[in-house]
């Protein structure tokens, strides 16, 4: 094993940490506004505290992550973008409703 094949698996070992570490961070950020939206809607059906957004927060953040474990960087990507098309319907319907 001669040095450059020691380059090129640190430089492959730091490209795949790079990306699970950015997939991590886009998993976690998409399940606390999941979480931050739903706790929001059923803080206003409940007619509940601040307490009811926070726990939504943190079920929705540990149940996303739980789900979406095998998903990779581009298919939780694609996922924010369709929840991102849907929560934009949802705001027109609400803004043109009587």
Do not use: C
């Not at 570490?21 to 929001?40: D, E, M, W």
């Not at 007619?47 to 998903?71: D, E, P």
């Amino acid at each position: 094993m001669g040095f450059s094949d020691l380059s090129a698996s640190m430089k492959s070992s730091a490209q795949n940490t790079s990306i699970n570490v950015a997939t991590l961070a886009l998993r976690l950020l998409t399940g606390l506004i999941l979480g931050y939206v739903f706790g929001l809607i059923f803080q206003e059906l409940l007619q509940a505290g601040n307490l009811v957004v926070v726990s939504f927060v943190i079920v929705m953040s540990f149940a996303f992550m739980k789900v979406s474990t095998t998903w990779s960087f581009t298919k939780v990507l694609i996922f924010d973008i369709f929840v991102a098309l849907v929560l934009q319907i949802l705001k027109m319907y609400i803004l043109l409703a009587p």
